[in-house]
Each structure stands twice: as structure tokens, then as C-alpha cells.
């Protein structure tokens, strides 16, 4: 269903798109219309687990950590269980991705 594009030298690395490379035997290599979409993505939990989801991200080559906004914690829902990190309060770091679309 979805194509992993591997990032190379030539990435726009203020963006952080990843180019599409072209199809095997297409007649217009290089020449599909690409459009830019930012998506968002959000963490959840505890400190620690944020921390280390943001390290494990930039070892992959997907997020610098000074692409995350720095944790915020997450107002308790009244009356919703729901996962709470071992010191009872859940945080919340984002990041936004510009990548490509054909």
C-alpha cells in the first residue's frame, strides 16, 4: 500500500521531504508532478518514553530531535480511563513532516 522512500545526499533537508524516485521504464522519469503535504505527528506518554521514541526516530534518519516541540503535559480527562505514565501525568511532544505526494 505505501511506498518507503529511502533519503538521500541530494534531501532538501529544510523541508524534509523525501524525493520520489522515478518508476522503472516510465517514459517521463523525473517528470511526475510531486505536491508537498505537511503531516503531524504526535507523542504521547511518559517523559522518558517520549525521549527515547524522539532518539530511536533520529537514529532512523526521520526527525532531527529539534524537530519535536518540547513536552507538554496533557490535561486528565475527567472521568475517562485511559494510559497514565508510572508518575500519573501524561506528556505530549509534536513534530510536522513535509513530504511528497504524487
Known amino acids: 500500500m505505501f511506498e518507503y522512500l529511502e533519503p538521500d545526499d541530494s534531501d532538501n533537508s529544510e523541508t524534509g521531504a523525501l524525493p520520489v524516485p522515478p518508476k522503472s521504464g516510465s517514459p517521463s522519469q523525473g517528470t511526475r508532478s510531486l505536491n508537498p503535504e505537511k503531516v503531524r505527528h504526535m507523542l504521547y506518554g511518559s517523559l522518558a518514553a517520549i525521549d527515547r521514541t524522539i532518539k530511536i526516530l ?45
Open 58 to 102: 533520529h537514529v532512523l534518519g526521520y526527525t532531527d530531535p529539534n524537530d519535536w516541540s518540547d513536552p507538554i503535559p496533557v490535561p486528565p480527562t475527567s472521568g475517562t480511563p485511559g494510559p497514565t505514565a508510572p508518575a500519573g501525568t501524561i506528556w505530549m511532544a509534536i513534530a510536522t513532516k513535509t513530504v511528497l505526494i504524487e
